[in-house]
């Protein structure tokens, strides 16, 4: 059980560049999301999803845009980067909540450090 | 709308040494917590939630947080740290809507000294 992956762990762009990054799960979580974490900031939510085929906003969506083809995947997609979006990404997942102990909590992946510049 | 405040960013603590570190929170609506830590260069990691029932809630590592509904907090505590429990601290809220979402505190930075 490999848990919440992301790729890639680093990335470096220039300015205006365009990447996605992925998220995995394989714990057959219904919710994923996506957070950037800067210095002072904590974590704040970029997009979420709450099931295959659907997504939504969070608190940053500006820049960003988000896809959940395949229920285990969550892609986070910068069309045109900005040195603004430096940051470090994280993506988290859970399940739908139930009477299990753990079905409040959020699972999160390792981590993606970008760097535009 | 919901928020958290983590007053402060740094906690100095020599070892061997009680912390505490502080988190407010501001709802209208029920709310359930957590305490998630990061190590260095490491995701995150779940301390300890309160969902309901208790409002004395342990965690791994000997650390507990107790719940109070009247100040709106959720205060974590360790009676005895260590220099491997240096790391960033965040608390956060959970929504009681469709999305689940988490929302996250500024983190405190736990520096333990020798």
């Known amino acids: 059980n490999a848990g919440v992956t992301q790729t890639p762990k680093f990335r470096v762009l220039k300015t205006g560049q365009s990447m996605t990054l992925l998220c995995a799960q394989d714990?057959?979580?219904?919710?994923m999301y996506w957070y950037r974490q800067d210095p002072g900031m904590g974590l704040r939510l970029i997009h979420y999803?709450?099931?295959?085929?659907?997504?939504a906003k969070g608190e940053v969506p500006d820049g960003y845009n988000v896809s959940r083809l395949k229920k285990q995947n969550f892609l986070l997609g910068l069309e045109s980067a900005a040195p603004s979006q430096t940051s470090v990404y994280f993506c988290?997942?859970?399940?739908?909540?139930?009477?299990?102990?753990?079905?409040?909590?959020?699972?999160f992946g390792p981590g993606t450090r970008l760097t535009v510049t | 709308a919901q928020s958290v405040t983590q007053l402060d960013s740094q906690v100095p603590v020599f070892e061997e040494a009680p912390v505490e570190l502080r988190c407010n929170y501001s709802?209208?609506?029920?709310?359930?917590l957590f305490w998630y830590v990061q190590y260095p260069n490491q995701g995150l990691q779940l301390l300890l939630k309160?969902?309901?029932?208790?409002?004395l809630v342990k965690g791994i590592n000997g650390f507990e947080a107790e719940f109070n509904k009247s100040q709106t907090s959720f205060h974590l505590r360790k009676p005895s740290v260590h220099i491997s429990d240096t790391a960033e601290y965040f608390c956060?809220?959970?929504?009681?809507?469709?999305?689940?979402?988490?929302?996250f505190g500024s983190g405190t930075r736990l520096l333990v000294r020798p």
């Open positions: 988290a997942s859970r399940r739908i909540p139930d009477q299990a102990p753990n079905s409040y909590e959020q699972y």
């Open positions: 714990m057959n979580h219904e919710y």
């Open positions: 999803s709450v099931g295959e085929g659907t997504t």
């Open positions: 709802s209208s609506v029920s709310v359930y």
């Open positions: 309160y969902l309901s029932g208790s409002t």
């Open positions: 956060a809220v959970g929504w009681m809507d469709s999305s689940y979402k988490l929302i």
